[in-house]
């Protein structure tokens, strides 16, 4: 039984990790001028969240980001965004499963509440990685020009990265929850029987 179950978590996390790499190429939203751009893919992570565990949600955020990279490489921009991209939606997924892993089962109330936190936690750590690591790696590698741009680092932070994961962080769990809502008891009944 226990292998059994053990197959079928694989093949499942294996699975949604397919759907999430697509829908990290399409659709995809480009915001602010094109240089960002918002993506789905983390809803499949939080489905599979709630249909496995935490760990079973970071597996298949970082197998859809490998597989991103080695399938759609587009060069700098992923090997600079992507270990942004996979710290950041693991702090946003984790804050949301803090407040949700709860005895009670999923409550909207605490998924909204985990969802609110967890869009501040992410926006605040993508704007720390944007000052630290990335505008500085971006300016050596990719040619990119902050004053070609007519910002500073700190406009920059405050105009471009602040707003956009703001939004990003709304949009995602407004989908998720619409998607995760209508069948929470499944889910939930899902994860129940992935734990034996």
């Known amino acids: ?16 990790a397919a759907i999430s ?11 602010f001028g094109g240089f960002m751009k918002l993506d789905f ?40 965004g992507m270990p942004m991209n996979i710290i950041a939606m693991t702090v946003f997924i984790s804050v949301i499963w803090l407040f949700t892993n ?11 509440f985990g969802a609110f936190l967890g869009t501040l936690a992410m926006t605040a750590v993508m704007a720390l990685l944007n000052w630290i690591y990335a505008i500085p790696l971006y300016q050596k590698f990719a040619n990119f020009s902050l004053q070609a741009v007519g910002l500073n680092l700190r406009e920059w932070i405050v105009t471009m990265v602040l707003p956009f994961n703001l939004i990003q962080g709304f949009i995602l769990a407004v989908i998720a929850g619409f998607v995760i809502f209508p069948m929470a008891s499944y889910l939930m009944q899902q994860q129940l029987r992935f734990k034996k």
């Open 41 to 80: 893919s983390i809803v499949i992570v939080l489905i599979g969240m709630y249909l496995l565990n935490i760990k079973g949600a970071l597996t298949i955020l970082l197998l859809r980001s490998v597989l991103k990279v080695l399938l759609f490489n587009s060069g700098v921009a992923d090997w600079v």
């Open 1 to 16: 039984m226990y292998q059994i179950s053990k197959t079928r978590r694989l093949i499942l996390i294996a699975i949604l």
């Open 21 to 31: 790499t697509i829908l990290m190429i399409f659709p995809t939203i480009p915001m």
């Open 102 to 112: 709860k005895n009670q089962g999923l409550r909207i109330k605490n998924y909204v």
